[in-house]
Every structure is written in C-alpha cells, then in structure tokens.
C-alpha cells in the first residue's frame, strides 16, 4: 500500500498564513490586533513547550500575546483572580489555561470561570453545550484541527464511518460532535470496549487519541483507511524500535533516541500504519501543529466576536 502522508506541517502554514492575512485586515479597517492571554502554573515540561510554541505563533501572525507564568504553589483562589481580571481586561480576546494544573488547584472551576466568550480551548461547559447542539460556538483546537485535516486534504467525510478511540473532554468527545456535524457516522471507542480491533478496523477514518505510545497496530487499522494520530508520546525502547517505525526511518530514529534519550511516536504504530492506510498523519509533524494553528483561529473568531465585527 503506497500511504499519502498527511503533513501537518503544510496544511498549518496555509491556515497561519490565512490568519496573518486576517489579522492585517482587521488592523488597518479596525486599528486593533487581537489579544491572547496564555497562563501557565509550574514547571511541567511538555506546558512550557506548548505554551512557548503558542505564543510564539501569535508573535508571527500579529496577535497580541501575554504569557502568565505562574510559580507552582500558586494557590487555587490566586489563579481564579487572575482569570477574573483577565475576563474583565477589555483588551483581552482569548484566555487560555494550559492543562494540567497542579493537584491542589480544582481545575474544573478554573475552567468555568473563563468567560465563555473569550473561551478559545472551547473547555467551558457553555461551548460543550453549544458544539453539541449544534451552534456556533469556540471549538476545543486539537479535534478542531482533525477536521481541518480531512478536508483540506479532500478526504471524505460525511457517509463515512469515523472511529474515534479515547473519550476524552479535550479529544475524543468534541470530535465525535465535529465528525457528527460533518455527517459521519461516528463510533467511540475506549479502555473498556470489548474487541476494538473488529470495530476500529471497520473504519473509514480511525482516529487515535489514547495517550499509548503505538497502542494501535496493523490488527485494528483497515486496509485502505485514512488513521489520524492524536498521541504524542515518548519513546526510549531500542529492543522494539524495528517493530515501531519503518525500515526508511529507523537509522534516524535509532540516532535520535542515542542523541536525546526518546524520540516522540504517536498512538498508533506507524510502521503498520505505512503498510495498511491510504492515509496518515505523522508524529512529530501531523495533528500537533494544526492545534496551535487553531487556537490562533479562535483568537480571531473570538475578537471579532467581542468587538462586533
Ligand atoms: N493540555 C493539553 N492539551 C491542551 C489544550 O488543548 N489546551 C490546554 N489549555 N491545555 C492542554
């Protein structure tokens, strides 16, 4: 099977580009530039690479950013002041909490107090409702930027089977309402469904967002389907990297675990994905850049929606 791969990497640049476009627009009819507030709490690792990636794309498209960086003991009543200002900043568009919080802060009423108009993880039970019913409304960026791959790559979608495994609030459920939207026919799959291979090899379009690094192999994926891969995960095992990546990738992926210590690998396998599905989303390069590239997106939508425009 020749597999198209799906590059992330092109599809993200034509949206920023769209967006830097829109932004320009918008500054020389309006005279204001979007805003996004970014807040971190701590020191996780993985929060500060994609909190640095997500302000340093707004810095590129014109967007307005303010990084909130927060020291780890910051407590749960400080961080919600913090959301209270920056829901009353009128210079403020989006507002984005970066998950997860430390154990002592409730997350679940941090992200509730996010105004939902300048919502743009799409994570306020507001924005849920709305995706779910139907309405306009900000759309969590990962699932969002799923959607946007299967469609600039021309990939059908409405008649089709979609199965998504993982039920997450960030992934699998708001996709499940885009691909519905979208006229799919959608199944979710999760840590206690019986016999996930006979029902993800069923699908047209598998989407993988489980959080195991090549949890998904050549048994659950259909011969001919398009498999996007949501994971990002470290991978350090030389003893199975052979059964993990393909023959053409191996060397390099060898010399970045010697180099590095891991390499990052997706949910799915791709050695078993090159050799079963039409199409693929890579890890690193696939999903991940469509999600920040999103976020921007709803940073604009947000703004305009704000100010009326
Ligand atoms: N942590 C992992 N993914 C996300 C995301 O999309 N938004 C936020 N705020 N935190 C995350």
Known sequence: MT???LSGKTIADAIKSEI???VKTVE???????CLAAVRVGQDPASEVYVGNKVKTAAELGIISEHHHLPVETSH???LALVHDLNANNDVDGILVQLPLPRH?????????????KDVDGFHPENVGRLSLGYPSLVPCTPAGVVEILKRS???????????V???????????MLLLKENATVTICHSRTADLAEITSQADILVAAIGRAGFIRGEHIGAGSTVIDVGINNFSDMETASEMFP????EKRIATIEKRGSTLVGDVNPKDAMEKAANFTPVPGGVGLLTVAMLMKNTVTAAKMRRKI
């Open 154 to 164: 021309d990939i059908e979608i409405a008649g089709k089977h979609a199965v998504i």
């Open 166 to 176: 993982g039920r997450s609030n960030i992934v699998g459920k708001p996709l499940a």
């Open 77 to 79: 009543e400080d961080l």
């Open 247 to 250: 023959a053409e990738d191996l």
């Open 105 to 117: 802060i409730n997350e679940r009423e941090i992200l509730e107090a996010i105004d939902p108009a």
């Open 20 to 22: 830097a476009a829109e």
């Open 3 to 5: 597999t198209r791969i």
């Open 28 to 34: 020389i009819e309006h005279g204001w530039r979007p």
